[in-house]
């Protein structure tokens, strides 16, 4: 069975930036809303940001001006920017894909520390 592959995560300083990928080797990609959540430990996995396949977004408010979610259905990648990085943003980020089944990846660390 298929399932998305989250990279680019790692540990970085406050106000440093990091930008996420999600692969999908899917040919259904380019038609569902894909989403990025992620959870901390003790606390809930929250979204945080979607994309429709038509380019629409929508963000959770703690990240509004800070994170910018994106899709390029030819490579069947979507991407995370996350900028001005906050220690609460420390969690592990998963990358989902909406459908008939849902879709997740393993997750990657994302470490916001000085």
């Known amino acids: 069975q298929v399932q998305p592959v989250e990279s680019g995560g790692g540990l970085v300083q406050p106000g440093g930036s990091l930008r996420l990928s999600c692969a999908f080797a899917?040919?259904?990609?380019?038609?569902?809303?894909m989403g990025w959540y992620r959870q901390a430990p003790g606390k809930q996995r929250e979204l945080v940001a979607s994309?429709?396949?038509?380019?629409?977004?929508n963000y959770t408010d703690s990240v509004k001006g800070r994170f910018a979610i994106s899709r390029d259905n030819a490579k069947n990648t979507m991407y995370l920017q996350m900028n001005s990085l906050k220690p609460e943003d420390t969690a592990v980020y998963y990358c989902?894909?909406?459908?008939?089944?849902?879709?997740w990846g393993q997750g990657t660390q994302v470490t916001v520390s000085s």
């Open positions: 989902k894909r909406d459908g008939p089944r849902a879709h």
């Open positions: 899917d040919i259904y990609f380019s038609i569902y809303t």
């Open positions: 994309i429709t396949g038509g380019g629409s977004t």
